[in-house]
């Protein structure tokens, strides 16, 4: 079975609630490509008001979850309390996380090219034999997302 390209859109701490706003609605109203799996993941402040927003088969990620299932962990979010939001994805292992926060990574599953993907970039990445898609970083807050999503159309 041939696994569908997947571009995610990692807003990591930026925007605010009219610019992210006005990005779902532009996404909303693209001609995206069908084939491609789209998936963005703003600050947990604006999970929920713009997955009521997202439409066009955009879905919503968080940016992070804790392993436990509760508990007296501050500012932390299970993985059992995004599903019970309908949160179905969440971006695990990212190299800031890493980095910051000595976090290891589970064993991955699909290959996501989370380089510097730009609307330049993002064809010859995407031809990259075992390349699954894309998190894009800064490019997923800008009207180039729109190019990148449909890399495959």
Same mark, same amino acid.
């Given at each position: 079975m041939t696994r569908k390209f997947f571009v995610g859109g990692n807003f990591k701490?930026?925007? #605010?609630? %009219?610019s992210l706003s006005k990005l779902v609605k532009a996404l909303n109203e693209a001609s995206l490509d069908p084939n491609t799996e &789209?998936?963005?993941? $703003?600050p947990s402040l604006y999970l929920l008001s713009l997955q009521e927003q997202a439409q066009n088969g955009v879905q919503v990620a968080a940016?992070? !979850?804790?392993?436990?299932? *509760?508990g007296a962990f501050t500012g932390e979010i299970s993985p059992v309390q995004l599903k019970d939001a309908g949160i179905n994805? &969440? &971006?695990l292992g990212h190299s800031e996380r890493r980095s910051y926060f000595a976090e290891n990574v589970a064993e991955a599953i699909r290959i996501i090219y989370g380089? *510097?993907?730009?609307? !330049? #970039?993002?064809? %010859? @990445?995407? !031809?990259? $034999? +075992?390349?699954d898609g894309f @998190?894009?970083?800064? !490019? #997923? @807050?800008? $009207? %180039?997302?729109? +190019?990148?999503?449909?890399v495959k159309k």
């Open positions: 701490m930026n925007g #605010s609630k %009219e &789209v998936v963005i993941a $703003p940016q992070n !979850a804790y392993f436990k299932e *509760s994805w &969440v &971006v380089g *510097s993907v730009t609307g !330049a #970039s993002c064809g %010859e @990445l995407g !031809a990259q $034999p +075992d390349v @998190l894009v970083g800064g !490019a #997923s @807050l800008k $009207p %180039e997302f729109i +190019d990148i999503i449909n």
